[in-house]
């Protein structure tokens, strides 16, 4: 697995340089590469926590770690991203564990629950996710909500 260079920050540890390359990275991906149109800047990154994994000086993957209450009653991992150049490479399951993991320490030990890309069920099914809603539409992209237990 390659050398990648870690960091998780709140919203106010955050540099300019920092805050606009992820900003920058969420409107190219989510946006632009899965053409959808969709409120980006949501008001809930200042709560948030931001981690991601730079190689090279470049950003390569990124998750928004967002505390119970906010999203959902539980605490949720959202804006998940591994650039396309970094796909298939077992990236997305690091970023995915460093998450899990920092989500649990940073908000206690409750269950995880996310708003998963339908598509995506069987990569999150691996971490340990279960689905618990009936598919709805997010924007024009199919959803569902998972939920991970930290019991299981």
């Known amino acids: 697995m390659m050398d990648y260079n870690w960091k998780l920050k709140n919203f106010d540890e955050l540099t300019n340089r920092e805050l606009y390359r992820l900003l920058k990275l969420r409107?190219?991906?989510f946006m632009l590469e899965q053409a959808c149109l969709y409120p980006e800047l949501d008001d809930k990154d200042y709560v948030c926590l931001h981690l991601w994994a730079e190689k090279d000086g470049e950003i390569v993957a990124y998750t928004r770690l967002v505390p119970p209450g906010i999203s959902y009653p539980?605490?949720?991992i959202g804006r998940v991203i591994v650039v396309k150049e970094a796909r298939g490479t077992g990236l997305s399951q690091l970023l995915m564990h460093k998450s899990i993991t920092a989500t649990l320490e940073a908000f206690g030990t409750q269950d995880i629950q996310i708003g998963a890309q339908f598509h995506l069920k069987s990569f999150y099914e691996k971490l340990g996710f279960e689905q618990?809603?009936?598919p709805y539409p997010d924007y024009?992209?199919?959803?569902i909500?998972?939920?991970k237990s930290v019991l299981k």
């Open 27 to 29: 409107t190219e991906v």
């Open 132 to 134: 618990n809603s009936e």
């Open 74 to 76: 539980q605490a949720s």
């Open 140 to 143: 024009g992209i199919l959803h």
């Open 145 to 147: 909500d998972m939920t």
